[in-house]
């Protein structure tokens, strides 16, 4: 006989929503990295797009550590004791701003080989950020548990941010 342990099946892994806080810095960062190229793209100027790809990705890992030690020193504040761990952990939680400025910088850098200019990168670039606000919008809706008429309605609210950057883009052009 044997006296094996009795086998247990597992369930299969189902992927957790990322947390308030990621979600968070990911908006963030797609902003960030949205009015940045906007910013960058200057009519008249000679086309840069990898200068631009790296402003945007320093500014982007610049603006998650400010934000990371914004936390450290709010943390100051409490009563609880961390010291650099807790600081170091704050900064490398924001890595989803870095992250989320991702999809623009690899849109410029398909325009340094002359794939296409600069400015049709950065127009594809706002599309495609105001496209994933609209999507996360409704995604984090539905995760909410509206119906899918109040998601789509929150998707359509957070994908204004990316048209009003859209929209700035084309006026001051």
């Not at 009563?79 to 910088?105: I, Q, Y």
Request: proline residues 6%; hydrophobic residues 55%; positive net charge.
């Amino acid at each position: 006989m044997s006296h094996h342990a009795p086998h247990r099946s597992r369930r299969p892994s189902v992927p957790r929503p990322p947390s308030e806080t990621a979600l968070f810095s990911g908006v963030y960062g797609l902003i960030l990295a949205s009015a940045l190229a906007a910013a960058l793209d200057s009519p008249g100027e000679a086309d840069e797009p990898g200068s631009d790809a790296l402003w945007i990705l320093l500014t982007a890992l610049a603006s998650a550590a400010a934000h990371g030690y914004a936390h450290v020193v709010a943390h100051r504040m409490s009563a609880e004791r961390g010291g650099v761990r807790v600081g170091l952990r704050a900064m490398l939680a924001e890595w989803p701003v870095v992250v989320a400025a991702l999809p623009t910088v690899a849109l410029l850098l398909t325009a340094v080989p002359s794939w296409w200019t600069e400015s049709q990168a950065v127009e594809t670039a706002l599309l495609l950020n105001t496209l994933l606000l609209a999507g996360w919008g409704a995604w984090t809706a539905r995760r909410a548990g509206r119906g899918w008429a109040a998601s789509l309605r929150a998707g359509a609210a957070d994908m204004l941010i990316g048209l009003v950057i859209i929209s700035a883009n084309a006026l001051i052009k």
